[in-house]
């Protein structure tokens, strides 16, 4: 089932239009600001020194040569395109994890095997991880990565919450048979832009811009992305900060259930009935995400200001 968070549309079909705190996502909700956007960059046609631009920047933020990034409308592109660039017939993805992996496999001819055990990924055509992993933040170091991608034909690793967690990253010393997925949107809380990048070989990069199009990133996207990219300064004040707010929403919610992991972009907390404390929360307008195949897991974005801290807090102190 492709069910995602974000979905506040339902949720105020549900229980009524009003001011929603979505913690749904592991969007960053502290987002970077940009500056008001060129002329250039809503009018015209991206040109390849645009392009150029957002991937000299990526590759500077990412730690890995140029020709080795490839800008795509999100993540969640480099997802739906690379079944049909890469070679072979059995994939496994290490479960449970973000939906879209096995379903965009299954959807392009794959014969997928989702497994829970790390090894059980051994000689697959392609494995598929996610690191930090969405919804339980089990996390690999780049050794563990290495050992993996040995044990496969070709290793995809999700690194879309990565950034508030760069020494797990792979992209700046990234195996041979292993390419990179990495989101902009989650971080730097601009999902709306759909720009993210595949970090990898550039004859597969070549075959998947291939697939991608002329114009695979908008404009507005490659120059907001190239801008946010090189912010230095915004990127090390945002690790700490996330780091801190993570810690603080566990503060507020551990006493009424309790931590099963997360990433600095999100918590996931066992609860007694998912739904119920979903909707519990919702009626305090903020909205959350339960999984459709797990009855106890609830996952919380972190809240982006004081304020939303504050609300958070009310609502558990309501509940009891």
Known sequence: MRDHGGDTDWAAGRFGRGDWI???????????????????????????????????????????PQDQVLPLAGASAAIQLL??????????????TYNEHAASLSAAGWQVQQVTDPLRLAAADLAVIVNPNNPDGRSFTPSEIADLAGMVTHLVVDESFADARPDLSVAARRPDNVTVLRSFGKFWGLAGLRLGFALGAPDLLARLAERAGPWPVAGPALEIGAAALADDAWHADTVVWLSE????????????WPLIGGT????????????????????????????????????LGIPGHRDEFDRVKAAFTAAG
Do not use: M
């Open 245 to 256: 707010a993570a810690l603080h929403l566990d503060q507020i919610v551990t006493p009424h």
């Open 22 to 64: 979505d913690l749904s996502t592991g969007i960053n909700r502290r987002a970077w600001v940009p500056a008001p956007l060129s002329a250039h960059a809503l009018a015209d046609l991206p040109t390849g020194a645009d392009q150029a631009r957002l991937r000299a920047a990526a590759a500077r933020r990412f730690g890995c």
């Open 83 to 96: 079944p049909h660039v890469l070679t072979g017939y059995h994939a496994a993805v290490l479960s449970p």
């Open 264 to 299: 600095h972009l999100f918590r996931l907390y066992d609860t007694p009935d998912a739904e119920t404390a979903r909707d519990s929360l919702a009626r305090a307008g903020i909205w959350s995400r339960a999984f459709p195949w797990h009855k106890h897991w609830l996952r």
